[in-house]
């Protein structure tokens, strides 16, 4: 009896692999003014005051890498040492063109459009100050005409507004670094927050750029939210985190962009505890988010942060800007599901974006980190010996849609969640490979409940 029932149940399983997703069939109606965001106790609201609850994706990998899924090995070093490895082997300007070949291939219209057709409403578009300056000096890259070079960010946004997706533009990365690891732009190198006349030219330039970047997109409603840091204080030592200094650049901040933008909202986070941040109202903050980066183990711990959070009454939005289920040490178990953490963070009103859009590596398919995935590896840079034109191919072969990225695991864990959720549509050359891909998965699960049912 048992085998037959392993039988009946490894035939239905295959049978699943055969599925395929289906072709979108439209995307939002784009950004209004009518969808200008503010905030109304512990909701996000638009200008008509119904209730907007973001469900999005991050752009990871895009204006900022990060080696561990993006095709470029800079030994974890971070996207900082890549650059300089290229300046130095090809020039500025030649690797400039590298990085806008990138750019231009690793999201392009497309991603835009799939991402509302499948039904999520927001992108955080990690960012860093090497899109706006050609140096760690600030000297500002500039556009044709002499002005100051914001058009990723402009490129972003008006794709943003043409797809009906809100964006949250996230400083992901700023000189001196607010974090000691590589994601934002170069691992151990923790300075941003020193107490020395170079830490307050690092501040005083990233609260240059924020200012800008608030006074350019002011009033504009196609943008959620400005987050301030990603992750400060990141791995950086215990003894050496200052969250007193954290809190006073965020006074800064939110001063700077409101003398630009009064009625933006804005984000901050304190790594990894929300209680680190100030009551927004001792602070005179309005319009404020507070914002939870969450990779536990196990869906309590999940919950007990969320719980800890809302009983400081602080009464602002909770935004889990990034989450994923895993292992704190290498002994933790890791018993919960990125489905879990969703169903938790409906339940609890909690407005989220998922990690990440699209990832390049062997495994990446078959994570549940990603959105679209790669089954390959062939194509990631060598910054020190790769040639110019080695480069150039390689990274011009990065576009979501140019038969290198596949359906992966993630998009099915979260679609349930998104009103009218859609498939993540592949490009039609993919339909083999995609449909090899599930049929590996569905075997090892397949194996795996051999093993269950016969030991």
């Not at 973001?54 to 030994?75: K, M, S, T, Y």
């Not at 050359?429 to 093993?451: H, Q």
């Amino acid at each position: 009896m048992k085998k037959l029932t392993a039988l009946l149940l490894c035939l239905a399983l295959l049978s699943g692999s055969f599925a395929f997703a289906f072709a979108q069939d439209g995307v939002a109606v784009g950004i209004t003014a009518a969808d200008a965001l503010k905030t109304e106790g512990e909701r996000l609201v638009n200008a008509a005051g119904r209730e907007v609850r973001l469900r999005g994706v991050n752009l990871g990998g895009w204006l900022i890498q990060e080696d561990w899924f993006c095709p470029a090995d800079n030994g974890k070093r971070g996207d900082h040492w890549t650059l300089e490895t290229l300046t130095e082997r090809f020039g500025a300007e030649k690797a400039g063109e590298l990085y806008q070949i990138y750019r231009n291939n690793w999201i392009t219209e497309y991603d835009f459009a799939s991402i509302a057709g499948m039904g999520f409403n927001c992108v955080r578009i990690p960012f860093w100050y090497r899109n706006f300056q050609s140096d760690d000096n600030g000297t500002w890259l500039l556009n044709e005409k002499g002005e100051k070079d914001f058009s990723l960010l402009d490129q972003a946004v008006e794709l943003c507004r043409k797809y009906g997706l809100y964006a949250i533009l996230d400083f992901h990365g700023v000189n001196g670094c607010q974090g000691a690891q590589d994601h934002c732009g170069q691992k151990d190198n923790f300075h941003f927050f020193d107490k020395t006349e170079q830490g307050e030219a690092y501040r005083a330039q990233a609260l240059e750029i924020w200012s800008l970047i608030a006074e350019r997109y002011a009033g504009d409603p196609a943008i959620a939210m400005f987050d301030l840091l990603n992750e400060p204080l990141c791995d950086v030592p215990m003894q050496k985190r200052d969250y007193k200094m954290l809190n006073a650049f965020y006074d800064d901040a939110y001063r700077a962009i409101r003398a630009k933008d009064p009625s933006r909202v804005i984000c901050m986070m304190g790594t990894w505890d929300i209680g680190k941040l100030p009551r927004p109202s001792k602070m005179g903050w309005t319009d404020v988010v507070y914002q939870l980066h969450q990779y536990n183990s196990k869906i309590d711990g999940f919950q007990a942060r969320i719980d800890a959070s809302r009983a400081l009454k602080y009464n602002v939005p909770l935004y889990a800007g990034e989450f994923h289920p895993t292992a704190e040490t290498k002994d933790s178990e890791v018993t919960c599901t990125v489905s879990d953490i969703l169903t938790l963070y409906e339940a609890e009103g909690v407005n989220w974006t998922v990690w990440t859009w699209k990832g390049y590596n062997s495994w990446a398919a078959w994570a549940d980190w990603f959105i679209y995935g790669s089954v390959e590896d062939s194509l990631i840079v060598d910054p020190e010996k790769d040639s110019f034109d080695e480069i150039a191919a390689k990274w011009g072969a990065m576009a979501t849609d140019g038969g290198r990225f596949y359906s992966g695991h993630l998009d099915e864990e979260v679609l349930p969640f998104l009103p009218d959720g859609k498939s993540a549509e592949p490009p039609q050359d993919n339909a083999f490979s995609r449909l090899y891909k599930r049929i590996v998965r569905w075997f090892k699960m397949v194996v795996e409940l051999i093993v269950v049912l016969f030991t």
